[in-house]
Structure formats: structure tokens, C-alpha cells
């Protein structure tokens, strides 16, 4: 039995180079910033390797190669899906259209201007949404408002309540075929001052291979004047050119609406008929006029849907390793988490002989002893607002600092350091039936490079530097099971307010001086 052949899909995007379209092939087609992918995106928010493209069953799918930011349809972050034309994909920063032919239904370019196209009636966006709220307006009164607010209320309904972009985009395409006598219609949106496809639909066996377009001058009157406007065939117009007509474009009708959020254009609807016995009259201006006003509403809702989500995230991200009071003034923007060089103390924090007692322990009791002790230690690192750099097996890197500026960061450190101690002697006081418990603690001031570090697939906002590696080496090296030492120029910051017992200059590893370190009795004052 031979398959059916594959319906060809093109891919259209823009990266650095331009303006791209390329035609998905049989087999594997490898999407990335590599060199050695098929699709090479010239961008850096796309990974080496971000996705591929693979023939399945006689369609074909895109699966994304566990990529840094992923691979989206709408707001949604999938891992495969099937290509369909008219699906608008999105690697980072990058928007790609999956088209059907290389003769696309779909062209949004401007550049050049099309045929005549003879606006026969417009409606002023702004003012309807005026007269929706009951306020007087310059315009006219709607033709029948009531039967359009009747038509459209259940479905606003619907359409408000999805949470998605790909959701409010694509239902209100699917809504205007239901409710208009219309063939075709997109729906795009502006990003970079572009606009960019999002949604497409026709009736069945309608479309074929022929264009909708836009002549440029109407599409600045829909943008600039915020104005809907009904489009009909103007061949046998006598105030218009007779050489030119969209009825070259078989299109008989067209109307296109602005989609405005307070007050900002965001995205245009069109809809048009090309199929003969079909007219947009301007009652169906009307109704496309009221449909995007609640197309506008919903995406405003589903993109503050989506702020929220992003925050969410953002703060489950942050909250990992910032103490709560750093966590908010982070998301207000009052603290950056910028590569930087600073000022600040690092604390190494290790359990001794843990390695050797987790092998007579079941591997869910040494992670749940991990997981309890971690989280007694965390926190008296956020007491101090301090930052949470790694957990590294039995060890836990925290720093000071950074990314708020503190300046007295190596008190909060030793504080820190004093305060995990106490809580580790209460933590098997508190479990007789753990194995006995130690820590020996590292601690080191100075300057360091603080920032996001890694690879575009995965980076740690952590420090490196003299000054981490003294601190690991205090700890390793120096420090005894309960010890909790410091660099000399952390006792010199703040020794005076903590007891502590001089020690020998040591060698450390790596190191061509000897460093004078401290060990830690604790806070003067107290017993």
C-alpha cells in the first residue's frame, strides 16, 4: 500500500538575516542556532539545537530537544506537536509561520502597495466602545447594537474565559466564521512594530492558494485611525481607478478592524468573501466592529493572565535561592540580577563523614535527612537576606552581598554561619535516631564576579573568583568538624563584634601565600 504523499508545509520566519522561508522536508530537520541544522535561526535566544522537525505516520511534528526557552504554540510550552498550516510557532524571541504552499493565503507585507482597494464605509473603534459604555460619541449610532450584542454574548463569554493567546486568537477566527458570511480571515498582532500572524482559518474547501491581502493605505487607516472599515470591489466605482480592483484578487469583500487595548493598537482582524453570491454589508462592519472590541478585552485578559504567570514562575524561580524581602524587591525592580563585579562574603558549609554514613542509610533516608536539614539551613540564610548559590551533595554554597548591596555582609555571614551550627546540634537533639550530625563552615570576604553563568541551555546566577575559591579552601582545609572559619578580611570587618580564637597561618591549596584564618567562638555579649 503506498502512502499518501505528504502535503508540503513551508516555514516563514525573520532572524538577523532576513526574511526566511524555507520548505519542511522528509526525514529529520534540525532547528537551532548551530551551523550543522538544517534550519539554522541566527538568533541568540534560540539553542544550538532547540527542535526538530520529523515525518511521523504521514504528518509531520516538531519536538523540542529539551531547548533553554523552549518551543510555544500560543502561551503554551509543548514538547511535540503536529505541524499544522497556519500554526504560528515560537523559539525565544523568534515567531515562525507554518504555511501550506509557498503561494501562502497569507501575506502581511506592506512594502509595496496591491490593487485598489475602495473603502465603501468605516466605523470609528474608539467611538463604538463609547457607545458600549453608554457615553455620547461623534459617530453614528451602530445598526443594530442590540442584535449584535445578543449574537455575540455567549460566545464573549466563551472567549473571555481562555486563558491562552492561541486560545483567544484562534476562537475568534473560528467565532467570525460562524457568525459572518465570510470565507477567510486572520488575526495578527503586533510585536516589534511588526505585525505578526497568529491565527488564520476558512471554510471548508475555501481559501485555495489565493492571497489575502491588505493594500498599505488601508492598513494605516486601521492602525493610525483606529477605524474598521468595509472593502468591496471598486472595477465599477467612478470616483475610483477602474485599472485596478481587488476583484483581481477574486476577493468580492473584506472588512479589517483595529484590535485596541487601552488605547494602543495591537492587532488587526480581517475577514473577506471570495466565494459569488457573498456581500459584507456595512451591518457586518458593525458586527466585525463589536467582535473586536471583545477580541481586544480577551487578549488584554490573556496577556495579564500571562504577566501573572510569568511572575509566578519568576518568583518560584527567585524564591529557590533569595530570601523573601530580596524575592520582592527583585520583581519591584529595586534589585538587579545583572552580571556584576561586587563586594561580598561567601560561605561554605559542609557535613562531615556524611559520605561515609549514607552508606549504611536506605537512599530515601539520606534524601530525606538532605532534604529536611537543607531547609533548616536555608533559612537562616534568608534570616540574613542572603543568597542561596547551590546545594552540591552533602554541601550547601551560600554568599552575601549580592545582589542587594549590604554592607555589612560578612557579619550577616558569620551570623549565618553561627545560626546553621545551632540548628544543626537542635536538629539531633531533635532526631535521636539520625546518625550524629557536623559541620564545619568556610567563610571568606572580598571581590567577586557575581551574574548568571553558563551556557545558553542552562546558567546559575552564582560567583566565582579568589575569593570563593579561598572560602572552599577554609572550609576543607582549615575547618573542623563544628569550626566555623574566617579570612582575614572578614575578622577584620566585623571581629569586633564576634569572639574569635587567632589561628595559625595556613598554606591552602592552590595558593602561593599563606592565609591567617580565624575560627569563630561566637557573638561577644552572649554566654
Known sequence: MTLPAIAPLMLRFR?????????????????????????????????????????RNGVFLIEDLDSRNGVQIGNQRITST????????????????????PESVFDLQFDHDLPDQ?????????????????????????????V???????????????????????????????????????????????LIPHATGSREGLGGNRRMQLSRTIARQVLDEHRAVLIRDTGNMDNLSTADSIIQMHILSAMCAPLVVQGEVVGILYVDCIESGKSLEPEHLDLISVLALMVSSALEQSRLHQSVEVEKRRRKELSCRLSPNVVERVLAGESQLGSMEADITVLFADLVGFTAMSEKMAPREVVDLLNELFEELTAEVFLE????????????????????????????????????????????????????LSMR?????????????????????????????????????VAKAGDVVIGPATAQSCGHQFLLEEMQETPLKGKSRVVKPWRVLGKKGCD
Open 15 to 55: 532572524d538577523s538575516s532576513g526574511d526566511r522561508l524555507l520548505q519542511v522536508c522528509s526525514g529529520t530537520m534540525l532547528i537551532g542556532r548551530s551551523s550543522s541544522c538544517e534550519v539554522c535561526i541566527k538568533d541568540d535566544t534560540i539553542s544550538r539545537n532547540h527542535a526538530r522537525i520529523i515525518e
Open 82 to 101: 503536529e505541524l499544522r498550516p497556519g500554526m504560528v510557532i515560537r523559539m525565544g524571541n523568534v515567531s515562525i509561520l507554518v504555511d501550506g504552499d
Open 118 to 146: 475602495g473603502v465603501l464605509e468605516s466605523l470609528n473603534i474608539d467611538d463604538l466602545e463609547q457607545q458600549l459604555l453608554g457615553k455620547p460619541a461623534e459617530g453614528g449610532v451602530v445598526a443594530d447594537l442590540g
Open 148 to 194: 449584535a450584542l445578543d449574537l455575540f454574548k455567549n460566545a464573549a463569554e466563551t472567549l473571555l474565559t481562555g486563558s491562552s493567546l492561541s486560545e483567544v486568537t484562534q476562537g475568534a477566527i473560528d467565532l467570525a466564521l460562524r457568525s459572518l458570511p465570510i470565507d477567510r480571515g486572520f488575526l495578527s498582532l503586533v510585536e516589534n512594530d511588526q
Open 385 to 436: 537576606d542572603g543568597t542561596l548559590d547551590k546545594y552540591i551533595g552533602d554541601a550547601l554554597i551560600a554568599f552575601f552581598g549580592a545582589p542587594e548591596q549590604q554592607d555589612d555582609h560578612p557579619a550577616r555571614a558569620v551570623r549565618t554561619a553561627l545560626g546553621m551550627q545551632n540548628r544543626i546540634r537542635e536538629m539531633s537533639a531533635q532526631h535521636p535516631d539520625w546518625p550524629p
Open 441 to 477: 563552615i568556610g567563610i571568606n570576604s572580598g571581590p567577586a564576579v557575581v551574574g548568571d553563568i553558563g551556557s545558553i541551555q542552562r546558567s546559575d546566577y552564582t560567583v566565582i573568583g579568589d575569593t570563593v575559591n579561598i572560602a572552599s579552601r577554609l572550609e576543607s582545609q
